[in-house]
């Protein structure tokens, strides 16, 4: 069909209206395909944010440490502590220890409580399905913990300590970086043995160990509390007896301390001594007692009507193992 021509011009018109329509429309959608351009900054911006994120957070990191603590009876040798950061915060701290039961014969059933002291708040440990090591044996353990830091306050070694030890114990200390909780590693004092048994009347008790500990008290639950002390004394113990023989219990011990203070132990051999059965050995008495102090501890093993037989052990250097008070 064509067009007269006085349609022409209505025509013309009609088509520059509606080029100028598309050519609007196409600008509208090119301005929303093209909005990153202008929002570009905003994106560079957060991805400058993402990279300071990531900054915060830190690279993974391990400080060696080469230190000892002592918590429950055992030793733990604590080689180095290695941070790996994760995503949004997240972070995995393992503490890599070699742990030895300190004792000859007993055992060590339980693991102490093990947190990261990370300024003021606690973040718990995980040992796995590890048990603690026979009498005098040692394992490896690496305590694994995880965290979560908040946006401006990343990890950091500096200011974190390792804690062994439940809040209502005697805990042991060893910062990872400088700052933290003061430093306790419950180190037990090993006493040196009077040359001589104690004898008293039918009794002698020939020592072999004495030791004034912070981390382990007699096994009872709960452990030793902030300042406590407990003596560990290992000894053979022999009576001469007539054919009726003699039953020993713990009264017939003492210890007494630096300040006067006498007490008896928690936790001692109930035996009966007969000619046939004279001598026990590696005999185990604990004292748990508050007020420890450096000086002169005295223990006694009595059979009366006999004068009392007396070891007299001087302690230095207790408040370097953990807190008196």
Partial sequence: MRTSPAARPVAALAAVVLVAALATACDDLGQDKAEPAPVAPATASAAAGAGTA?????????????????????????????????ENGDFKVVVDTTVTNTFKTSAVRDWPDFALDIAGTPVRGDYGTAVPPTPSASNRLPLTFTGHSEPGHPFAFDGTSLVLGDAAEAQAVLPLGTGGRE???????????????????RLTLTLKTAQLRADFGDGAPGGLQR?????????DMKGNVGPAGMAVAGEVLR???????????????????????????????????????????????????????????HATGLKASGPLG
């Avoid at 391990?62 to 941070?83: E, I």
């Avoid at 407990?230 to 000894?235: D, G, Q, T």
Wanted: no cysteine.
């Fill in 54 to 86: 990531g900054a915060a957070a830190g690279k993974a990191k391990t400080v060696q440490l080469g230190k000892t603590v002592y918590k429950g009876g055992l030793k733990f040798d604590v080689a180095t502590a290695s941070y790996q950061p994760g």
């Fill in 183 to 201: 430093a306790a590693d419950l180190k037990p004092l090993d006493l040196t043995l009077p040359g001589a048994g104690l004898t008293s009347g």
């Fill in 227 to 235: 300042g406590q002390r407990a003596l560990f004394v290992v000894y």
């Fill in 255 to 313: 210890l007494k301390l630096p300040n006067g203070q006498e007490v008896g132990p928690s936790r001692a051999p109930i035996e009966a001594i007969y000619p046939d059965h004279p001598l026990y050995q590696d005999q185990v008495a604990w004292f748990v007692f508050s007020g420890a102090t450096d000086g002169d501890y005295t223990l006694t093993v009595t059979d009366a009507p006999s004068a009392p037989g007396a070891a007299v052990f």
